[in-house]
């Protein structure tokens, strides 16, 4: 029986076409290399955007922000007529319950963006006492605390950054780790920080990229990464292009 050979001319067509793809041996090396280097310098912080996104994306943010903690507050009646003072210039007027049966007036400063509480004739708040504190988380959220700690000074990562100072910080000797933090102005909760916030916290640090604050996201680091990730993305996929592969020989 005769068997007929197929020309080397057409055997070659065949190789050089679909899905063969046949490239320069120097152009393949220069994106191995590249590809490579590029590879070790992000592979850590690929991981750190993965694990930190996965995290963001399972955990409830009402959970980190404690806010299953805060109680409904209750209705209270106003008579706007007991607030009688003159305002010289505002972006914001706050009426706010302080303690029980007590009404405190915020004025924001249009300038500064601080507020100033007020009571309703006027006169500038007295800073809540530890134990006002103390009944100031008790009604407003169902957390127990009975220790308190002044707060008049912020480091750049603390976990009361951009609130207005001094604060109470109140929290539980069986549950330190539970913490809420107290404005002694308005009696707010203004922020209660729990295991789950911290880790947010941290890991939102790696995945800016903004070891100070932790505030800003545009960082000159986080700029660079994105760059270099994209860069090594796109050399990934031009070399599954590039290099030639052949079907897999069947039986």
Do not use: C
């Amino acid at each position: 029986m005769a068997v007929s050979e197929v020309p080397e001319s057409e055997s070659a067509e065949k190789a050089a076409g679909w899905p063969y793809r046949a490239v320069s041996l120097p152009w393949q090396r220069r994106l191995r290399v590249w590809h490579r280097r590029l590879a070790v310098v992000t592979a850590i912080q690929l991981l750190l955007w993965t694990v930190s996104g996965i995290y963001f994306a399972f955990i409830d943010i009402t959970m980190v922000r404690g806010e299953p903690h805060r109680l409904t507050p209750p209705t209270q009646s106003i008579d706007l007529a007991k607030f009688d003072f003159p305002v010289a210039s505002t972006s914001q007027i706050l009426i706010k319950p302080r303690l029980p049966g007590e009404l405190v007036v915020g004025i924001t400063d249009p300038a500064s963006g601080l507020t100033e509480w007020l009571y309703s004739d006027g006169q500038p708040v007295s800073l809540l006492t530890s134990e006002q504190a103390i009944s100031a988380v008790s009604s407003k959220t169902d957390i127990t605390v009975d220790i308190t700690e002044w707060v008049t000074t912020a480091a750049e990562a603390a976990e009361y950054r951009g609130r207005q100072l001094p604060l109470w910080r109140a929290y539980s000797a069986e549950n330190p780790s539970l913490r809420v933090y107290v404005d002694p102005r308005s009696g707010d909760i203004v922020a209660i920080r729990n295991l789950a916030w911290r880790a947010w916290d941290f890991l939102w640090m790696l995945h800016i990229m903004d070891y100070d604050d932790r505030d800003d996201i545009g960082t000159w680091l986080l700029k660079l990464f994105s760059v270099m990730a994209l860069l090594t993305a796109i050399a990934g996929i031009a070399l599954y292009v590039m290099i030639p592969w052949r079907r897999t020989s069947k039986g």
